[in-house]
């Protein structure tokens, strides 16, 4: 791909003592992870407001055919200690204005052999709409859990968040105040319910899920955004959430989008997880880059 600093390596050789993985299956010690999708997300250029457009002259593959930013929406199945745990639930059947393809979640799953009712919990790395979007299904009376025999693990920190903009009146201009609103009405149809429902685990800092997988916070996109660790057998991935959304914020870490809501703290939580991945072999599982998004770190001319 030709970055200048770091680049994302592909699918690994089983036999070369890496971790091995088929095209959509990745084996980290004994925990098996599937990578699944809800479709794909067009974002135009000012996703990035402060990158001038001739930067992207250097990255025409992350762009589709129209000149728009192509995010795959991309979850994870992780299968560790007898628990089947989902991250993140994509975008859901209800577009909340974006342009999308989505909608394919379910679908996905019960193709790669996941149903619903065998997830156990559902990490949420943070509460944006293309991250919660199958947590509750149906209409009307017949409103229910996606996912009904799982828990629901959130940040308590942007629970919270979330929730006190429940009490606000939305400002700035006009495509400011539709994202509040996209935003809003997501954690309100698909997070909030949850509380009523008895199936949401709050909790701050890092969380245990099994002794192989542990959330790890990484505030900066949101004040309560994390990832996941899997470690297991010597071997580590770790899952992004929106910490890096695309391939080239590997390479350029200062990029920071709308959506970022402390850009400093953001490129500081990013620039320390790529050392820390480059350093430890970590296999990274980006949710928005090219399906599946597994990948490993190399430097390139220097």
Known sequence: MGWSKRETTGPCDAGSGEIAMSDYQLQVGNVEVTAVSDGELFLGKSFYPDVPESAWDEYPE???????????????????????????????PV?????????????DMAERGVPPDEIDAVVLTHLH???????????????????PNARYLVSKV??????ALTTQVPEGSAEERATFERRLSAFVEQVEPLEGLNRVDLFEGEHQITPEVTTMPSPGHTPGHMCVAISSQGERAMV???????????????????????????????????????????????????????GKLARSAG
């Open 129 to 147: 709409w293309d991250h919660v979007g199958w947590n509750i299904v149906g209409e009307g009376s017949d409103r229910r859990l996606g996912f």
């Open 95 to 107: 577009s909340h204005g974006m342009i999308a393809n989505a909608g394919s979640l379910p679908r």
């Open 62 to 92: 992350q762009l589709d055919g129209e000149g728009r930013v192509l995010m795959n929406l991309g979850s994870f199945v992780i299968r560790s200690g007898g628990k089947t745990i989902l991250v993140d639930t994509g975008l859901g």
């Open 240 to 294: 992004l959430g929106d910490c890096i959304h695309m391939p080239l914020e590997v390479h350029k870490t200062d990029w920071v989008c709308r959506g970022d809501r402390d850009p400093a703290l953001v490129i500081k939580a990013r620039s320390a997880l790529l050392d820390a991945a480059e350093r430890d072999g970590t296999m990274l599982l980006g949710g928005h880059f090219p399906a599946p998004g597994f």
């Open 158 to 163: 942007d629970w919270d968040t979330q929730l």
